[in-house]
Nanobody, 114 residues
Framework: VQLQASGGGLVQAGGSLTLSCRAS????????MGWYRQTPGNSRDLVAR???????DYADSIWGRFTISRDNAKNTVTLQMNSLKPEDTAVYYC?????????WGQGTQLTVSS
């Protein structure tokens, strides 16, 4: 499975941006998909995740500002980010878990200026 992320860039604080990730093949609705982010010298941390039959998981730091969604017909997962803060600056990675294996996108940089 290859994941292609897009939509990163430079945005001012308070602005909005949408990240998208498309899988190279069918990802079943039962397979988790989501987004992580990483800053230099730090671990890759969960931002938002969709798991079948459960409410979305969100990191506390982005609660109420980010919304994750997926289009199973298009094998995409999207992260709508509002009210962006400088501390949201990071490389964002999409992921999918298929048959117990985690697949990662190439990462897309988000920079939020103050």
């Amino acid at each position: 499975v290859q994941l292609q992320a897009s939509g990163g860039g430079l945005v001012q604080a308070g602005g909005s941006l949408t990240l998208s990730c498309r899988a190279s093949r069918t990802i079943l609705a039962s397979n988790p998909m989501g987004w992580y982010r990483q800053t230099p010298g730090n671990s890759r941390d969960l931002v938002a995740r969709l798991r079948s039959g459960r409410d979305p998981d969100y990191a506390d730091s982005i609660w109420g500002r980010f919304t994750i969604s997926r289009d199973n017909a298009k094998n995409t997962v999207t992260l709508q980010m509002n009210s962006l803060k400088p501390e949201d600056t990071a490389v964002y990675y999409c992921y999918a878990r298929v048959s117990g294996t985690d697949y990662w996108g190439q990462g897309t940089q988000l920079t939020v200026s103050s």
